[in-house]
């Protein structure tokens, strides 16, 4: 479905689209996007001995907020280039934007590629935004209940008996 077929085209410039949508995630079992809609963009530089990929990703991705736990829409604009060597096999160069191919081979399946690509540009830390208020998008009753259940206190919890023996080892300095 994400296939381009590179053989029949000429050396110099082409362009592909398509589209990835819930579809294409329910493909990948381990995916944490289950809902998103991206258009892709392929320019390919196509030459004797190899293919230079420049893949433009945009859309958008529903997913998980790390702190309340609903879901809210993320925005992802990227771009990442992938190069198409024809080698019979993986040179070793441990490279992850060289893919080989033989000379046998007529096209490019680009799925595996889009699927890494949309998600390595997730964040780490994955939270509502912030309003142009400064106030968080998250659910306000689920971080009132995330409060009451804290289970730290200040106050209570000055000294931790823990510790305890290893600060008087600290500040007995004999």
């Given amino acids: 479905m994400y296939v381009i077929p590179f053989k029949g085209l000429k050396v110099g410039n ?3 689209n398509f589209e990835v949508n819930d579809e294409f995630f329910e493909k990948f079992e381990e995916s944490e996007i289950k809902e998103g809609k991206f258009s892709v963009t392929v320019d390919i530089d196509k030459r004797a001995t190899h293919l230079d990929l420049l893949i433009k990703i945009t859309g958008t ?3 998980n907020c790390d702190r309340c736990l609903e879901i809210f829409p993320y925005r992802i604009n990227c771009e990442n280039r992938l190069i198409a060597k024809l080698e019979e096999e993986d040179s070793g160069n441990g490279n992850a934007d060289i893919i080989y191919y033989s000379a046998d081979e007529y096209e490019l399946d680009l799925g595996q590629h889009l699927y890494e690509f949309i998600h ?3 964040p780490i830390r994955r939270v509502h935004p912030v309003d ?5 998008g998250c659910n306000p009753e689920m971080i009132k209940k995330l409060n009451e259940l804290l289970i730290y206190d200040d106050k ?10 290893l600060k008087k080892l600290i500040n007995n300095k004999n």
């Fill in 14 to 16: 082409h362009n592909f």
């Fill in 156 to 165: 209570e919890n000055d000294t931790d008996p823990v510790w305890d023996g």
């Fill in 61 to 63: 991705a529903l997913i």
């Fill in 132 to 136: 142009k208020n400064g106030k968080a």
């Fill in 120 to 122: 390595l540009a997730l």
